[in-house]
């Protein structure tokens, strides 16, 4: 009798799967993915409202979106900030930081198991023992240093501030000229340990990352960019001919596209 019951069992099964594979509409089909939230992450002398271009499209897209405030204070507690912000999401999460803001997801993703990847905006991509001033001036190209305003804080670091009259040529050629002037206006200054303080574990060892970059970039020369992202192993890398540092402003929608990219791991 048992003989018989598994004999019979066996042939329902068969059944089964010769009627599923007639009839493809009664298998059940897997769920879709859920799309991760994007957190963006701005860097030195700019603020969350750079990425309003970037935010509306990804909105629209269908995608949930958090442009964190990054305290430009220093590596290490600026990293802690996002961390702790990432780890407050549910499901996966994609972190990407512009410039300064490169090295603080290189750091905040080791402290969040939920991220799943990584793109950097004209951002750094720190090897350990790196820094934004070490790599800034890695290759020639760059004309930062030569921008800043210092103004000495009462601990004894300085806060760097871009002149006003040389934010757009430094940092937004591409932008219009009064949207530029809004954005040196409305600046966040970086403190000069931020700037120095030295990368630790790179997470992009791990995580797929994606890079986008301006070859005008007069913060970050480009060839810094291109070095950092084939020494990462980039899984795709944009250089938009012509763009400024402030390509989240200027090019919202290759810099969404890429975004996009990465969330949907292409």
């Known amino acids: 009798m048992r003989k018989i019951l598994s004999g019979l069992s ?36 700019a603020d969350s409202s750079g990425w309003n271009g970037v935010v509306t499209r990804l909105t629209r897209d269908g995608y ?25 999401i549910p499901g996966p999460v994609v972190l990407v930081g512009h410039s300064y803001g490169g090295e603080v997801i290189t750091e905040a993703a080791n402290d969040a198991a939920n991220v799943e990847g990584l793109v950097y905006v004209a ?42 009259t040389k934010f ?7 932008v219009p000229a009064a949207t530029a002037a809004l954005m040196a206006a409305t600046q966040r200054p970086v403190t000069g340990r931020a700037l120095s303080d030295m990368a630790s574990a790179p997470s992009w060892k791990r995580l797929p990352s994606y890079v986008i ?6 913060n970050i020369p480009a060839q810094t960019q291109r070095f950092m992202a084939e020494r990462a192993g980039a899984r795709k890398t944009v250089a938009i001919e012509g763009a400024s540092h402030a390509l989240m402003v200027s090019h919202p929608d290759a810099v969404t596209a890429l975004i996009e990219d990465a969330a949907s791991g292409r």
């Open 168 to 174: 757009r040529a430094q940092f937004a050629a591409d």
């Open 213 to 218: 970059y301006g070859s005008a970039d007069r």
């Open 123 to 164: 951002g750094f991509l720190p090897e350990a023992g790196e820094s934004a001033l070490s790599l800034s001036g890695k290759f020639p190209g760059g004309t930062l240093a030569t921008a800043l305003a210092p103004v000495t804080l009462p601990d004894g670091d300085e806060d760097f501030y871009i002149q006003p």
């Open 10 to 45: 066996l042939t329902a099964l068969s059944l089964a799967a010769a009627l599923a594979l007639a009839n493809p509409a009664a298998v059940q089909a897997a769920p879709p993915r859920a799309k991760p939230t994007i957190v963006l992450v701005h860097g030195a002398f």
């Open 64 to 88: 949930r979106v958090v442009a964190a405030a990054n305290a430009l204070r220093a590596l290490g507690s600026d990293a802690q900030t996002v961390s702790a912000l990432v780890t407050s």
